[in-house]
């Protein structure tokens, strides 16, 4: 999955910091199931603003990945083991909004 990463590693240094974008590929592997919830897949020009992954270890010792966007999209992934890498692609670029979203 290609996502625009918010490089708040890069906010944390420092007040004179500007907000910076990155693209970055979310990739996870030994996938058994991909279920999705509340995401139009036939409207690709519609982002999606991610918020976190959570986790369960399953009764079927397989694990249950649940990807969560704004607005209560979910992406399900089951999976063997969890093996998920993140990899930032290119230069980042200049942004002028911080994202801000309710805690969950």
């Not at 093996?83 to 911080?98: F, S």
């Amino acid at each position: 999955m290609q996502l625009n990463r918010f490089m708040w590693e890069d906010v944390e240094k420092g007040v004179f910091r500007k907000n910076k974008r990155i693209r970055t590929v979310l990739k996870f592997e030994n996938v058994i199931k991909v279920h999705s919830k509340n995401i139009n897949q036939s409207k690709k020009d519609k982002f999606l603003d991610f918020l976190t992954i959570e986790t369960n270890y399953m009764p079927d010792n397989n694990y249950e990945m649940k990807i969560v966007f704004a607005g209560d999209s979910i992406i399900k992934v089951i999976s063997e083991v969890i093996e998920v890498t993140l990899d930032d692609q290119g230069d980042a670029w200049d942004t002028k909004n911080m994202p801000k979203h309710k805690e969950l």
